[in-house]
Nanobody, 123 residues
Framework: QVQLVESGGGLVQAGGSLRLSCAAS????????MAWFRQAPGKEREFVAA??????YYADSVKGRFTISRDNAVNMVYLQMSSLKPEDTAVYYC??????????????????WGQGTQVTVSS
């Protein structure tokens, strides 16, 4: 079992930056592919970014603005968000796949989810 807790959300002006954190506990963290998803009001949950051993992948909408990283020594995943836009406003979720699998972009590929953290970007 994997437990995930997000933090770092808040209110920021357009063009600003924010860093989200996800604390993981449970199974061997370093082997877990991890990802960030987001869900805006009235919309489906969408993929943002993912990281596994040695590789990362981004949605086109955030490429060049967001950076995902992980620190296996402290079981943490981060999402550094820069040049934020109002359309980035959403609840951001941390997710984990079972170990030894590759990066995935569908919600159904992830077994473990955090509670989410709200990010609001004002214009």
């Amino acid at each position: 079992q994997v437990q995930l807790v997000e933090s770092g959300g808040g209110l920021v002006q357009a063009g600003g930056s924010l860093r989200l954190s996800c604390a993981a506990s449970g199974r061997a963290f370093s082997w877990l592919p991890m990802a960030w998803f987001r869900q805006a009001p009235g919309k489906e949950r969408e993929f943002v970014a993912a990281v596994s051993t040695g590789s990362t992948y981004y949605a086109d909408s955030v490429k060049g603005r967001f950076t995902i990283s992980r620190d296996n020594a402290v079981n943490m995943v981060y999402l550094q968000m820069s040049s934020l836009k109002p359309e980035d406003t959403a609840v951001y979720y941390c997710a984990a796949r079972p170990p030894f699998r590759g990066i995935a972009t569908r919600t159904n590929d992830y077994d473990y989810w955090g509670q989410g953290t709200q990010v609001t970007v004002s214009s």
